[in-house]
């Protein structure tokens, strides 16, 4: 399999994955034009798209690639069944496209009905976990986000963090914010400032990776959990990543 990201809009990624034999996979294609672009380069055709949650960058384009190709398969959670779905997914089903199977698991935070596929090593995980960061509560809970988190938590190390957004930069700024003596944060940091002076996305990353920079993996940290002014244990660890989550929205 080939992983590529497609850049859409200032900051999105659609995801290709491409099994080698002529056919692919899109996720999250907010934007047409740019993924039939990569699709016509890389002379491939689409055997299904999959969706994450039902915001318009990331099914804004469905319509159009679905009219390209007839009869093509739209994956996604019933908040999508407006936005271009044509087989909704349920928490806990794995489907099967083209002979890889893709584990659906509901990720509710960022939308009540937002949901993950994960088909080893890739987890595209839309608008939840983000590289350093995770993604804004328009409609759930913190709880219900913590509880996603620790959910992705229990995927293997080597696991691929399939984000649909280049926001890592801003993340490693905020986490030093709260935790500027973090040497690997620091690191890390001046890692992705390489890669982005290149014009290299920052993203796949590596759960193995975001287990130590990403703070909202971290909420049973004892130093973090101090530096957020909790000064005794915490009755429930959903509490740190809301006010993680509070402090980020006002960065």
Sequence with gaps: MNLISIPAFQDNYIWLLDNQQGHCVLVDPGEAQPALDALERLNLTPDAILLTH?????????????????????????????????????????????GRQYAVIAVPGHTLGHVAFYSAPYLFCGDTIFSAGCGRLFEGTAEQMYNAFQQLAQLPDNTLICCAHEYTLSNLKFARAILPEDREIETYQQQVEAL???????????????????????CHDTDLQKKLGFYTPPDHLHSVFSELRLRKDNF
């Design 196 to 218: 982005r002076a290149k014009g290299q996305p920052s993203v796949p990353a590596r759960l193995q990776t975001e287990r130590k920079i990403n703070l909202f993996l971290r």
């Design 54 to 98: 039902h915001h318009h960058d990331h099914v804004g384009g469905v319509a159009q690639i679905a009219a390209r190709y007839p009869g093509l398969k739209v994956y996604g959670p019933q908040e999508t069944a407006d936005k271009g779905a044509n087989h909704l997914v349920h928490d806990g089903e794995t489907i099967e496209i083209n």
